[in-house]
């Protein structure tokens, strides 16, 4: 089992910047595939970012050259540091762990990002 506990939301304007922090309290993080991903009021949840056991990463399109997600793996925690936000990036963003081998996965209670102006 692993528990997420995600930080580091609130309000900014158009252009500012925002750290998510991402902590992981169980067995095993660094082994696990680590994401944040987000869920717009009347939309599906979305990948944003995702970093491999090995420091690989990827990212939506949208995203990509703004967002840096990054993990501390003797911290149990993964970030995600937003720049140049714009309006819509406004939504929940949740923190996921991925099991790659057992296919276990888990989830964060998600932390609002509003962006307005």
């Known amino acids: 089992q692993v528990q997420l506990v995600e930080s580091g939301g609130g309000s900014v304007q158009p252009g500012g910047s925002l750290r998510l922090s991402c902590a992981a309290s169980?067995?095993?993080?660094?082994?696990?595939?680590m994401g944040w991903y987000r869920q717009a009021p009347g939309k599906q949840r979305e990948l944003v970012a995702r970093?491999?056991?090995?420091?690989?990463?990827n990212y939506a399109d949208s995203v990509k050259g703004r967002f840096t997600i990054s993990r501390d793996n003797a911290k149990n925690t993964v970030y995600l540091q937003m720049d140049s936000l714009k309006l819509e990036d406004t939504a929940v963003y949740y923190c996921?762990?991925?099991?790659?081998?057992?296919?276990?996965?888990?989830w964060g209670q998600g932390t609002q990002v509003t962006v307005s102006s």
């Open positions: 996921n762990a991925f099991h790659t081998l057992y296919g276990h996965t888990f």
């Open positions: 169980g067995s095993g993080f660094s082994i696990y595939l």
């Open positions: 970093i491999s056991s090995g420091g690989s990463t």
